[in-house]
């Protein structure tokens, strides 16, 4: 593969004079500090004044501590550094609206930008320690916002677009936000959203906000101004430029709340050396992201992924191109025509929106000119076989890498990936462990399981990008993350290494249907529907039973031109016993348009089960499509 020559991570090997990829996290394992301390370097990651100990783990693992000594920062090293390499005049964001309008910044621009508003951020008083909330879409102004706030010692609060008032008013509430930069509206599938009514709604019960900064989303806008609302543009054309403060390594970045559907969201908390590094490693190592890349994830700010973004590409010295709205509007092929118009040569993606393109007509995408991509990775729910083999095929042409990415908004980012060094990789795997992490496939008792077995993959060393506990609720993490298997960070995910030493993952662990007292993941039930060719996609959940214990329950969504009928019924209980066994055929299966999913694109399989048994629901704001839960209750109540 010519990917593999000229890789990044090829010339780290290179450097190192290591021979393999695993003989490499052979040796991060070993020598962490030599690792962490490595990748900074191959990076040139700027330090205003060196650390004198790389990790403290005097408090243990749980609260290990990096860079003591040294500072830094996250905003310096995307900007000033990146631009003093040349790459002042470099396209650093190229931005497509819904409609069709672009945009262009070089790095000298997103830089002007950046500084102007870190100096108003100033003006209002915001500090070191300040939270600012990120209550925006995916425009050029997100990333300018994103990089002053953490270039000044602040926090950043970033928030999925797509929330509602109840939703912003918890998060802000625990995190105590004093500004909030968002915009006046942005577009989805056509339909105008008011972002700043929602946040205008939510400010009631918010009485340590003290600002709002309205970015106009036209050139025609008009902010009107009070004493809490500002005008972005009067905003930065009134700021005294600032540059990045050096700031003590462990400083918090950033807050990240998780989603879910039960309990109160959960605040992530990374720090600029941890934040950074993490990134680096992620994408300019293992991932292989270099300057002359043009990236296009299609993201959001809520989404790790999104800072994620925010900070890799500029690390990099890279271009992000960043899009309104969703991949499949205003035209079905949007993103491949994106990837077209743009030359798009990084291409992120999820499973689920693939399985959504595999449903339209091959010339959807067929009619477009890929071959600008280098590389392709993608994150969020396991793959099926079907899809991977799909995407490879009509998107990759079977010459681009599909780098499989996982690990979670508490990890900084992955804990397993795929490298260019691996070649035709198996559907669905993973090369390995990212180094570093320290990834293991344990049992309950944490006792490493055998090749081919399923387990819960966990972490047994601390690493630089992991959450530095949750925002003020030390015991929540611990008990989260640290209590179930001493010694051990417990992911909450199942994992398996095959014979060839491949690795994978089966989903959440506590989706676990367990019948007859057989365990099983429901992606395996799910596989063997999706495997008929009649399902876009699935979840699988187990239910009550009076005689098994559980029985399983498939909820379904029919691929393109398929009826849904009690043939088909016959069809996918058929193959479920033909793959697993009569003892996980499906006590029922129902069908919908659409399964809940979070912003990251998950299906929310306990969801669905809180549904089916008409349990409490709990918290719905991570959803991206709230009425497939009325769908599913209507359904439910028919079957």
């Known amino acids: 593969m010519n990917e593999t020559r000229g890789s990044q991570l090829g010339r780290f090997l290179k450097r190192h004079d290591i021979a393999d990829y695993q003989r490499l996290c052979d040796q991060a394992a070993s020598d962490p500090e030599w690792f962490w301390r490595s990748v900074m370097e191959f990076h040139d990651l700027h330090f205003f004044k060196p650390y004198e100990r790389l990790l403290d783990v005097t408090n243990g693992p749980e609260w290990a501590q990096w860079c003591i000594g040294g500072t830094t920062n996250i905003a310096y090293n995307c900007l000033n550094r990146t631009i003093a390499t040349g790459r002042g005049n470099h396209a650093a964001i190229i931005w ?15 830089a002007s930008l950046t500084s102007r508003a870190a100096g108003g951020l100033m003006k209002l008083g915001c500090g070191r320690g300040d939270v600012v909330g990120l209550y925006m879409p995916m425009i050029p102004e997100t990333i300018a916002a994103y990089l002053a706030i953490v270039g000044i010692g602040s926090i950043a609060l970033p928030l999925f677009s797509g929330f509602g008032a109840q939703a912003i008013v918890e998060r802000f509430a625990d995190a105590k ?47 009107v101004e009070d004493a809490r609302h500002i005008s972005w543009r009067h905003f930065i054309d009134s700021a005294t430029a600032m540059t990045p403060a050096e700031l003590p390594a462990e400083t918090p970045a950033m807050i990240v709340y998780t989603s879910g559907t039960t309990g109160k969201p959960k605040g992530t908390v990374h720090s600029h050396c941890g934040f950074m590094t993490k990134v680096a490693l992620d994408f300019g ?85 890929l071959s600008s991509l280098r590389i392709t990775a993608a994150t969020g729910e396991p793959w099926t076989p079907e899809a991977w083999n799909w995407f490879c ?88 993350y640290w209590s179930r298997i001493p010694g051990l960070w417990v992911h909450g995910d199942f994992a398996s290494i095959d014979e060839q030493g491949l690795w994978y993952i089966h989903g959440r662990s506590d989706d676990t249907i367990k019948i007859a007292g057989k365990r099983i993941g429901p992606a395996e039930v799910e596989a063997a529907l999706l495997s008929t060719g009649k399902i876009a996609e699935a979840a699988a959940v187990g239910v009550p039973d009076p005689i098994k214990g559980s029985s399983v329950v498939c909820v379904c969504v029919p691929a393109r031109n398929v009826i849904a009928d009690q043939a088909l019924i016959t069809v996918l209980r058929d193959a479920t016993v033909a793959a697993l066994g009569a003892s996980f055929r499906p006590k029922d299966v129902i069908f919908v348009s659409d399964l809940p999913k979070t912003r990251t694109m998950k299906i929310m399989r306990r969801l669905v089960r809180s549904v089916l048994l008409n349990e409490a629901t709990g918290d719905l704001s991570g959803l991206v499509n709230p009425d497939s839960v009325d769908e599913l209750r209507a359904q439910r109540q028919q079957a």
């Open 393 to 480: 095929r009509e998107v990759g042409h079977g010459r681009v890498p599909l780098l499989n990415y996982s690990g979670g908004t508490e990890i900084g980012g992955g804990i397993l990936a795929g490298t260019v060094l691996h070649n035709n990789l198996e559907p669905c795997a993973f090369a390995g462990p990212i180094p570093g992490m320290g990834a293991v496939v344990v049992d309950e008792q944490g006792n490493k399981v055998a090749r081919g077995q399923v387990g819960e993959l966990a972490l047994s060393v601390p690493s630089i990008g992991l959450t530095r506990g949750f925002w003020q609720n030390r015991e929540r993490y611990i008990e989260t």
């Open 177 to 223: 936000a004093k500004v909030v930069v968002t915009v006046d509206d942005t577009y989805r599938r056509g339909k105008k959203m008011s972002m700043l009514e929602v946040m205008d709604s939510a400010v009631p019960s918010l009485p340590a906000l003290e600002h709002i900064i309205v970015v106009e989303r036209h050139a025609e806008s008009t902010i």
């Open 96 to 110: 497509e609206g819904e409609n069709g309008e672009q945009r262009t910044l070089t790095y000298d621009e997103l």
């Open 285 to 369: 190592l293992i991932l292989d992201l270099q300057a002359q890349d043009r990236l296009l994830w299609m993201s959001d700010m809520g989404w790790l992924t999104g800072p994620i973004l925010a900070v890799a590409v500029p690390l990099m010295g890279a271009t992000l191109v960043l899009a309104e709205g969703v991949p499949d509007y205003p035209e079905p092929g949007r993103l491949w025509k994106m990837v077209d118009a743009h030359r798009i040569s990084f291409l992120g993606v999820a499973p689920t929106m693939i399985r959504a393109f595999m449903q339209q007509p091959p010339e959807t995408v067929r009619q477009y000119d």
